[in-house]
């Protein structure tokens, strides 16, 4: 009984360390890249930094109702200000209608 438990735990091992990847970073993509990713993708969440990310969109039709687009702009390897898309920001608590 034992060492049938402790093969099974072997071989769950193996499958929760696959199914785990790696987010993408922008610090580790040139600007184009960055952008053109989120472009590709319409919306995707990147790594921005040691412990950060961010959920990046292409337009505001990726944002939930009553979220609205607000430029994005990401450090990327060679820039320290790239703009990559957009994120979502609700326009009634964080202000998006003052600027």
């Known amino acids: 009984m034992r060492r ?9 091992v193996p499958a929760g360390a696959a ?3 790696a987010r ?4 580790d993509m040139t600007c184009a890249e960055a952008a053109g990713l989120v472009t590709r993708t319409g919306a995707i969440v990147l790594t921005t930094g040691p412990f950060t990310y961010a ?4 337009d505001g039709g990726f944002c939930p109702l009553p979220e609205v687009p607000k430029p994005a702009f990401e450090a ?3 820039a320290a200000r790239c703009f990559v898309g957009y994120t ?7 202000g998006a209608g003052r600027e």
Not at 88 to 94: Q, V
């Open 4 to 12: 049938t438990l402790f093969t099974g735990v072997l071989l769950l």
């Open 19 to 21: 199914v785990a990847q």
């Open 24 to 27: 993408p970073a922008t610090p």
């Open 55 to 58: 959920r990046l969109v292409r």
């Open 76 to 78: 990327t390897r060679d």
């Open 88 to 94: 979502c920001h609700d326009r009634f608590t964080e």
